[in-house]
């Protein structure tokens, strides 16, 4: 119980810190070596989480992306979260992979022909750019529970299995003593049976080790199942779920 605990303050904390990072901001950032007008944020996630996130966000509403070195694009697309005319996208996301879980966000709003937008520009969409960036929160941590369960769930399933087959063998070593124990009821002769008591006691020694590693293996598997648990819980409690 003390564990579960443990585990739920740890994860509960992560998370809420993730939530509380500072707000976008708007800036000036290069792209394709010229400086333009573009949104930047941070977010507590490793870039493998954030871009997943964001390309999740574009496909949930229907916009086609695509990413490569680190930057995602969207070409001459309509978003009315972003602009009622239609626009290119550009989000630049900065970080080390799964490294650290620190990763920055610059986002550029280009009306076409290198007319980047910035509140000077366009107000509107400055304030959609900023709000949008502040939403992908969101869809990040819901990209990062769903990763982090999907890998959870190979690890207790992975456990699963190494358990199982611990306990396969304790059971086998149990049948060969109950064998055993009946070869020495039914052996008469003195010899033969203390060649065969020297054996079961080294079985008996055997059965001991193997039951303890059943038991650490029963632990083991418990824990995982307890950290996909808490995982599962934190994805479930994400808004529209």
């Known amino acids: 119980m003390k564990r579960t605990l443990l585990l739920l303050s740890l994860a509960t904390g992560i998370f809420y810190s993730a939530h509380t990072s500072a707000q976008a901001t708007e800036t000036t950032a290069t792209i394709e070596k ?23 966000r574009l496909k949930k509403d229907g916009i086609n992306a695509k990413s490569k070195k680190g930057v995602i694009t969207a070409t001459g697309v309509s978003y009315p979260a972003i602009s009622s005319e239609p626009v290119d996208l550009y989000f630049q996301v900065s970080g080390r992979g799964r490294k650290d879980q620190d990763a920055t966000v610059t986002m550029f ?48 399933d992975k456990q699963t299995s190494a358990y199982t087959k611990r306990l396969k063998a304790s059971q086998k070593l149990e049948s060969k003593r109950y064998s055993l124990q009946k070869d020495i009821s039914g052996e008469m002769d003195p010899s033969k049976q203390d060649k065969l008591k020297s ?22 598997l418990q824990r995982q199942k307890d950290q996909l648990s808490l995982l599962q819980d934190q994805l479930t409690r994400q808004p529209g779920r």
């Open 34 to 56: 010229v400086k333009h007008p573009a949104y930047s944020e941070n977010y507590s996630y490793s870039s493998d989480d954030v871009t997943g996130g964001i390309l999740a």
């Open 109 to 156: 709003v280009s009306k076409g022909q290198d007319n980047f937008v910035g509140r000077s520009q366009d107000a509107t969409v400055s304030h959609n750019a900023l709000r949008y960036l502040d939403g992908l929160r969101q869809d990040i941590t819901t990209y990062s529970l769903n990763r982090q369960v999907s890998e959870q769930q190979k690890t207790v």
């Open 199 to 220: 054996k079961l006691q080294k079985l008996n020694r055997d059965i001991s080790d193997k039951q303890l590693d059943v038991q650490q293996s029963q632990r083991d």
